[in-house]
């Protein structure tokens, strides 16, 4: 066994997760969001575990590429759409779904010949970054139902601020895009996980869409048993965290008062004490962000992190009593440390922690 970081992936957890959100809204059709490496937990042994999900979706055409590479034929939505007409070919070739969320699109697709593509006109609802404006759906709805190379089309929005349960944006958003949907009858698409989790008695409008079975929700970071909202943990939407990061202790330091740890010597210590080297770095996605007094569990006992994180090291506080030995295991987020607590201390959200975790560590994948 490697002393190195890694990310530690629970299978259960994830197909756990994605009952419990399919769970919540029967008849609910599922795009199961694993862009950007399926949040740190690695894109195709998690496109496998959620190969039954009506549909999967991610940002980028190479992140698809590499899920059918794999063998995978699950429906696939492209996010961002195509940027040329060699996309759009690979897009056709690999059976993907793609997003249409601007003019040079719609005109691409126009002048592209036949093909039986699923097209998802993405609707701009106020969040002011892709997607044709309200205004221009109808127009946009027309050219789309006449273009020879679409063959199925759908209608989406994106909710840019769900996770805050106070802000009534969601509910204008969903008055905009609902105000759409009532002349339109294909599948349409919204709710990440937080629109999802937090608004479902706003969502109650598109029932009859979610009867025929044309309403898909696109969950992402629920799927990994992260909470969307600000305050909350994962566990208390009855999710499952499906990532571990943890690393080992990897040498002891007995230093006095007044010695400084790290690069730049920014902690010191001020009585005699022992420094604990964990084996996880900005290398491996421990973030340089991380301040001190970030807490990381070792042999169950929270310990604070003292200096500067630095490549593939790190430090912590033992005190002066420690017990601790090299080898010893250290959970960076996971099982009693929740990765939502953790970004809290960096300053950040979850989803920049998770999907951090840089590739130089295999993920382990439990069952
Ligand atoms: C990333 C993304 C999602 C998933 O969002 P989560 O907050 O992770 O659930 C859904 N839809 C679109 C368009 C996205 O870009």
């Given at each position: 066994?490697?002393?190195?970081?890694?990310?530690?992936?629970?299978?259960?957890?994830?197909?756990?997760?994605?009952?419990?959100?399919?769970?919540?809204?029967?008849?609910?059709?599922?795009?199961?969001?694993?862009?950007?490496?399926?949040?740190?937990?690695?894109?195709?042994?998690?496109?496998?575990?959620?190969?039954?999900?009506?549909?999967?979706?991610?940002?980028?055409?190479?992140?698809?590429?590499?899920?059918?590479?794999?063998?995978?034929?699950?429906?696939?939505?492209?996010?961002?759409?195509?940027?040329s007409?060699?996309?759009?070919?690979?897009?056709?070739?690999?059976?993907?779904?793609?997003?249409?969320?601007?003019?040079?699109?719609?005109?691409?697709?126009?002048?592209?010949?036949?093909?039986?593509?699923?097209?998802?006109?993405?609707?701009?609802?106020?969040?002011n970054?892709?997607?044709?404006?309200?205004?221009a759906?109808?127009?946009?709805i027309?050219?789309?139902e006449?273009?020879?190379?679409?063959?199925?089309?759908?209608?989406?929005?994106?909710f840019?601020?769900?996770?805050?349960?106070?802000?009534?944006?969601?509910?204008?958003?969903?008055?905009?895009?609902?105000?759409?949907?009532?002349k339109?009858?294909?599948?349409?698409?919204?709710?990440?996980?937080?629109?999802?989790?937090?608004?479902?008695?706003?969502?109650?409008?598109?029932?009859?869409?979610?009867?025929?079975?044309?309403?898909?929700?696109?969950?992402?970071?629920?799927?990994?048993?992260?909470?969307?909202?600000?305050?909350?943990?994962?566990?208390?939407?009855?999710?499952?965290?499906?990532?571990?990061?943890?690393a080992?202790?990897?040498?002891?330091?007995?230093?006095?008062?007044?010695?400084?740890?790290?690069?730049?010597?920014?902690?010191?210590?001020?009585?005699?004490?022992?420094?604990?080297?964990i084996?996880?770095?900005?290398?491996?996605?421990?973030?340089?962000?991380?301040?001190?007094?970030?807490?990381?569990?070792?042999?169950?006992?929270?310990?604070?992190?003292?200096?500067?994180?630095?490549?593939?090291?790190?430090t912590?506080?033992?005190?002066?009593?420690?017990?601790?030995?090299?080898?010893?295991?250290?959970?960076?987020?996971?099982?009693?440390?929740?990765?939502?607590?953790?970004?809290?201390?960096?300053?950040?959200?979850?989803?920049?922690?998770?999907?951090?975790?840089?590739?130089?560590?295999?993920?382990?994948?439990?069952?």
């Amino acid at each position: 066994m490697s002393f190195g970081a890694r990310a530690r992936i629970s299978r259960g957890a994830i197909q756990h997760n994605l009952q419990i959100i399919a769970g919540q809204s029967p008849g609910v059709r599922v795009i199961a969001v694993i862009k950007a490496n399926a949040y740190g937990h690695g894109l195709v042994d998690v496109a496998r575990i959620l190969a039954e999900a009506d549909c999967l979706a991610v940002a980028r055409l190479s992140e698809a590429q590499e899920i059918r590479g794999a063998g995978i034929d699950t429906p696939i939505l492209l996010l961002s759409g195509v940027t040329s007409s060699t996309e759009l070919a690979a897009a056709v070739d690999k059976k993907l779904q793609i997003c249409v969320h601007n003019e040079p699109q719609l005109a691409m697709l126009e002048q592209f010949g036949a093909a039986d593509l699923f097209a998802w006109l993405e609707i701009d609802t106020g969040m002011n970054r892709l997607g044709f404006p309200p205004a221009a759906a109808q127009a946009a709805i027309r050219r789309l139902e006449n273009c020879a190379a679409v063959g199925k089309l759908g209608l989406m929005t994106h909710f840019a601020n769900a996770d805050n349960i106070e802000d009534p944006m969601t509910r204008v958003q969903i008055a905009a895009f609902s105000a759409l949907c009532g002349k339109f009858d294909g599948p349409i698409s919204l709710a990440n996980s937080a629109g999802h989790l937090g608004w479902s008695q706003e969502l109650k409008v598109f029932d009859a869409f979610r009867h025929s079975g044309r309403l898909f929700i696109r969950p992402g970071i629920s799927l990994f048993g992260v909470s969307p909202f600000p305050g909350k943990l994962g566990a208390e939407l009855g999710l499952r965290p499906a990532m571990q990061f943890e690393a080992h202790l990897v040498a002891l330091r007995s230093i006095a008062a007044g010695a400084r740890v790290g690069y730049g010597g920014t902690w010191q210590a001020e009585q005699g004490t022992t420094i604990g080297v964990i084996s996880a770095g900005y290398g491996d996605g421990y973030s340089y962000f991380m301040p001190e007094g970030t807490p990381i569990l070792l042999n169950g006992r929270r310990v604070p992190l003292v200096g500067r994180v630095s490549m593939d090291l790190c430090t912590v506080d033992l005190g002066s009593d420690a017990r601790e030995k090299i080898g010893d295991p250290a959970i960076l987020w996971g099982a009693g440390l929740p990765v939502e607590e953790i970004a809290q201390y960096a300053r950040t959200i979850a989803y920049q922690l998770v999907c951090g975790v840089t590739k130089r560590e295999k993920r382990k994948f439990e069952d």
